[in-house]
């Protein structure tokens, strides 16, 4: 029993798709990164991990550079392995992102220091309740024409995140635009805000970004966009709706609760020296 690693998104989805399906909550981005893959947002590049016990698979990995690698809900005492097998591989891995234990075990086993992390939360969906007090303006869906708009807040996004990789969003955008994915919120004829939400997968539907410029915060349009695009996915049939929140980040982790997000499991971003 050892680790596989591949790059054929199609061969590795047919066989580790239906295993990651088998908790689509906790495995929520690595099944919608698997899409995205699938869909050619990255190249030849990528790396997809897994480890079988009598054919079946047990574990897997993804890494699509440069960002770190990605751990599913995977056993603990198979993370020691992939760590090593990486190694011998020599593949430059930045850091990882998981699921707090596996993370952290993950770091203790690389070869490299780790050099600072992020500690994240991820939170489900449970009844919806609405912004208190109401929030002046409405929802919209994103088209073509929000598309230079929608890449510069992304950036500005990526930039204020610590321990996110700085990429270029243009053609990740316009996919998500294209599979309406992406709301933005409109006040006083003027777009102050956007979030994203996956189409759903396995019945799941992950919010991601939430992003309100700095000149129109504190006037409830974070609230406003998450309970829009929140709704949206719920009425289109999402039968989990989730989300990740920077646990440093108090403002964003009580807008969620009070519109009705409770937590589920605590996840780390350690990056690499």
Same mark, same amino acid.
């Given at each position: ?6 790059? %054929?998104?199609?061969? &590795? ?29 990255? $190249?030849? %590049? ?51 992102? *998981? ?62 995140? #610590? ?38 997968? *396995?019945?799941?539907?992950?919010? @991601? ?8 915060? @504190?006037? *409830? &349009? $974070? ?6 695009? =929140?709704?949206?996915?719920?009425? #289109? ?18 807008? &969620? ?7 589920? =499991? %605590? ?7």
């Amino acid at each position: 029993m050892t680790w596989i690693f591949t790059s %054929d998104a199609e061969a &590795y989805t047919g066989v580790a798709e239906p295993w990651l399906l088998r908790d689509p909550v906790r495995n929520t981005v690595p099944l919608t990164v698997l899409r995205a893959i699938r869909g050619g947002l990255w $190249g030849d %590049d990528v790396l997809l991990g897994r480890l079988e016990r009598d054919g079946r698979v047990v574990a897997a990995a993804i890494q699509t550079p440069p960002h770190a690698l990605l751990l599913p809900e995977i056993p603990a005492d198979t993370v020691p392995e992939l760590a090593t097998r990486l190694i011998e591989t020599e593949r430059a891995i930045s850091g990882v992102n *998981g699921p707090l234990p596996l993370a952290e075990t993950f770091a203790a086993s690389w070869w490299r220091p780790e050099a600072g992390r992020r500690a994240e939360r991820l939170y489900r969906l449970d009844a919806l309740a609405s912004p208190a007090p109401p929030v002046d303006g409405a929802s919209r869906v994103a088209v073509a024409t929000d598309l230079d708009l929608l890449v510069r807040w992304g950036e500005e996004f990526q930039a204020e995140a #610590e321990g996110v990789a700085h990429v270029d969003l243009t053609a990740l955008v316009a996919s998500r635009i294209a599979r309406r994915e992406l709301v933005v919120w409109e006040a006083g004829g003027r777009s102050v805000a956007f979030a994203g939400a996956s189409a759903s997968l *396995g019945g799941m539907s992950r919010i @991601g970004p939430v992003y309100t410029p700095p000149e129109f915060r @504190g006037k *409830g &349009y $974070g609230s406003a966009i998450s309970h829009a695009v =929140s709704a949206k996915v719920r009425a #289109e049939g999402a039968a989990e709706v989730l989300l990740f929140t920077d646990l440093s980040n108090a403002t964003a982790n009580s807008i &969620y609760q009070a519109i009705g997000y409770r937590p589920v =499991s %605590d996840y780390a971003s350690i990056t690499f020296a």
